[in-house]
């Protein structure tokens, strides 16, 4: 199983364009998750899904949004790309809510010129 | 809203020795759940332990125990038997009552010392 993975690995975008990170799991997974992280900082929580054609927002979604057609897929729009966009990007999943531990993808990292 | 706070930027412990590191968090829900993750420098995040508030023991996993103490707020991981593989940032995480967004404070950098 390749578990969860992120692409790319890398991106710098110009102010004002907008891209799609992608997030692919293949366990099945119901619930899957989007988070940033700023340097030197915790985890931030963009958006989840709970499975197929269900997401929600989490804390800081303004200037993304989520799709969520397939259990497998889970790909986080950028819009409009700011500097304040700057960071690091996981995607995780998990078979379901609560005491299940998430797995986390290896990141993209993006940086907004 | 919950809150979860890691006080501690950066801790140093000696190899071999045992370490704790502080996490609080603020909540009136009954029911709720804590993880703790590391991240070492390769940027990665691994899932360490669990300990949901119904729980009536604290967890452990190998080396990894977690201190619950539920009145106060607490959930302090302790790290037995320091190894230099140990070096990286410790991710305290807040699992709401509905059981679905987790919350993660900022991190402590634990740097082992040979």
């Known amino acids: 199983n390749a578990g969860v993975t992120q692409t790319p690995k890398f991106r710098i975008l110009k102010i004002g364009q907008s891209m799609t990170l992608q997030c692919t799991q293949d366990m099945n997974h119901n619930y899957m998750y989007w988070y940033r992280q700023d340097p030197g900082m915790g985890l931030k929580l963009i958006y989840y899904?709970?499975?197929?054609?269900?997401?929600d927002k989490g804390e800081v979604p303004n200037g993304y949004n989520v799709s969520r057609s397939t259990t497998e897929d889970f790909p986080l729009r950028l819009e409009l790309a700011a500097p304040s966009q700057t960071s690091v990007y996981f995607c995780?999943?998990?078979?379901?809510?609560?005491?299940?531990?998430?797995?986390f993808g290896p990141g993209t990292r993006l940086t907004v010129t | 809203a919950q809150k979860i706070t890691q006080t501690q930027p950066g801790m140093f412990v000696q190899e071999k020795e045992a370490v704790t590191l502080d996490c609080t968090y603020d909540?009136?829900?009954?029911?709720?759940?804590l993880f703790w993750y590391k991240q070492p420098s390769s940027g990665e995040m691994i899932f360490l332990i669990y300990?949901?508030?119904?729980?009536?023991q604290n967890a452990t996993e190998g080396r990894y125990s977690l201190n619950f103490q539920k009145a106060r707020k607490s959930a302090n991981l302790v790290i037995s038997a320091s190894q230099l593989g140990d070096s990286a940032m410790y991710f305290c995480?807040?699992?709401?009552?509905?059981?679905?967004?987790?919350?993660f404070g900022t991190g402590t950098k634990l740097q082992v010392i040979p």
């Open positions: 995480a807040f699992l709401s009552g509905g059981y679905q967004k987790v919350t």
């Open positions: 909540t009136s829900d009954p029911s709720y759940g």
């Open positions: 995780a999943s998990s078979p379901q809510g609560g005491a299940y531990e998430q797995y």
């Open positions: 899904s709970v499975g197929a054609g269900i997401t």
């Open positions: 300990q949901g508030s119904y729980d009536q």
